[in-house]
């Protein structure tokens, strides 16, 4: 499991995998309090009042663009 990784980066990574355990965790745990809870958190009337369904098409657009940054600076290394 630890093949390859020198003894002075042992630490980091146990850390790491921890703490990328404990967002799995935590996405598991918000995943099912949303599906227990009955009513909708957010319903269409608050993303069309509040500008909501602008905001989402912004964060996907950054989204997007970033992906598509960081995959042509991969092709670009390659």
Do not use: C, H, Q
């Amino acid at each position: 499991m630890m093949e390859g990784v020198d003894d002075v980066n042992i630490p980091y990574v146990l850390v790491t995998r921890l703490v990328l355990l404990g967002f799995l965790a935590l996405l598991a745990i918000l995943i099912r309090m949303a599906w227990k809870n009955e009513k909708p958190i957010i319903t269409d009337e608050d993303v069309m009042t509040t500008g909501g369904l602008i905001l989402m098409i912004l964060s996907w657009a950054i989204i997007l663009i970033l992906v598509i940054f960081s995959f042509s600076k991969i092709m670009r290394e390659k």
